[in-house]
Nanobody
Framework: QVQLVESGGGLVQAGGSLKLSCAVSGRTVSNYAMGWFRQAPDKEREFVAAINWSGGRIGYADSVKGRFTISRDNAKNTVYLQMNNLKPEDTAVYCC?????????????????WGQGTQVTVSS
């Protein structure tokens, strides 16, 4: 059973930075593609960033491209999301997800394992 635990969320002013971490246990993370998704109040869950098993393929939502960076450290079984130049519209609960196939995907339905999420609040 794969377990994911996010950390690093918090309250930050617009223009600030946060680095989210997703610690994976139960399985070796190198076998999984990983994704970050977010959900704001009264909104649908949306794709933020994803990385395939090797780190060779990475993608971002247009709304975060150039500001967010996803990375993974398979030796530490951890995936990261560096968020810079944060905006109030980035306020949401951020969840990491794991896809057993290891292949890149932006579709939430392709991910079988999810963390509980961490709150990110950006004040204006």
């Amino acid at each position: 059973q794969v377990q994911l635990v996010e950390s690093g969320g918090g309250l930050v002013q617009a223009g600030g930075s946060l680095k989210l971490s997703c610690a994976v246990s139960g399985r070796t993370v190198s076998n999984y593609a990983m994704g970050w998704f977010r959900q704001a109040p009264d909104k649908e869950r949306e794709f933020v960033a994803a990385i395939n098993w090797s780190g060779g393929r990475i993608g971002y939502a247009d709304s975060v491209k150039g500001r967010f960076t996803i990375s993974r450290d398979n030796a530490k079984n951890t995936v990261y999301l560096q968020m810079n130049n944060l905006k109030p519209e980035d306020t949401a609960v951020y969840c990491c997800a794991a896809r057993r196939a290891g292949l890149y995907s932006e579709r939430p339905d392709d991910y079988g394992y999810w963390g509980q999420g961490t709150q990110v609040t950006v004040s204006s």
